[in-house]
Nanobody
Framework: QVQLVESGGGLVQAGGSLRLSCAAS?????MGWYRQAPGKQRELVAA???????NYADSVKGRFAISRDNAKNTVYLQMNNLQPEDTAVYYC?????????WGQGTQVTVSS
């Protein structure tokens, strides 16, 4: 089994910042963050490979930054200049040799 523990969500005013963390129990080739807003499909926010290559959704480029600490097996999402449109449940995602795994989700709410 793979365990993922997410933290860092919360309530923030527009223009504020949050940093999400996801600690995994094993290494993975790709780690990423997805989000799902009410009534919307889950969408990719950002992803990072074990080598440090990154990919971002157009809506968050320039505001969010994904990083990972391979020694701690942890992925982070630094979210700056948050807007109400960013309000969603954010899910950590891992791709391993045994398949895909998801965190429990953490709520991010941005007030205007």
């Amino acid at each position: 089994q793979v365990q993922l523990v997410e933290s860092g969500g919360g309530l923030v005013q527009a223009g504020g910042s949050l940093r999400l963390s996801c600690a995994a129990s094993r290494r993975s080739n790709i780690m990423g963050w997805y989000r799902q807003a009410p009534g919307k499909q889950r969408e990719l926010v950002a992803a990072i490979t074990s080598g440090g290559s990154t990919n971002y959704a157009d809506s968050v480029k320039g505001r969010f930054a994904i990083s990972r600490d391979n020694a701690k097996n942890t992925v982070y999402l630094q979210m700056n200049n948050l807007q109400p449109e960013d309000t969603a449940v954010y899910y950590c995602h891992l791709i391993t040799h045994s398949g895909d795994y998801w965190g429990q989700g953490t709520q991010v709410t941005v007030s205007s």
